[in-house]
């Protein structure tokens, strides 16, 4: 199995910019896509972005797209999420989650335990 532990979170206002961390242990991280998801007051929890086992392929939900990047690490089993411009639609408890990615396909098989980003006005 794979230890996700996710760090970075904290309050930030409007504008402002974070960067979130994910550690990675157990087996290596490298053989599994990897995403963050976000958990916000609605019941879903939401995919943010991902990005695919050899860091080549990356992928957005349009509303953070052109704001957040994603990259890995992947000699170091670190996933990281640059938050930038945010907003207070972005405050959510984040997670970070290893995966097969099959095409359009995402399987999420390991989560983190999440670190929450709360954008004030």
């Known amino acids: 199995q794979v230890h996700l532990e996710e760090s970075g979170g904290g309050l930030v206002q409007i504008g402002g910019s974070l960067r979130l961390s994910c550690t990675a242990s157990?087996?290596?991280?490298?053989?599994?896509?990897m995403a963050w998801y976000r958990q916000g007051p609605g019941p879903e929890r939401e995919f943010v972005a991902g990005i695919s086992r050899s860091g080549t392929d990356t992928f957005y939900e349009d509303s953070v797209k052109g704001r957040f990047i994603i990259s890995r690490d992947i000699a170091r089993n670190m996933l990281y999420l640059q938050m930038n411009d945010l907003r207070p639609e972005d405050t959510a408890l984040y997670y970070c989650?290893?995966?097969?990615?099959?095409?359009?396909?995402?399987?999420?098989?390991?989560w983190g335990q999440g670190t929450q980003v709360t954008v004030s006005s």
């Open positions: 989650t290893a995966g097969e990615l099959n095409g359009p396909v995402y399987r999420e098989d390991y």
């Open positions: 157990g087996r290596a991280s490298e053989n599994y896509a």
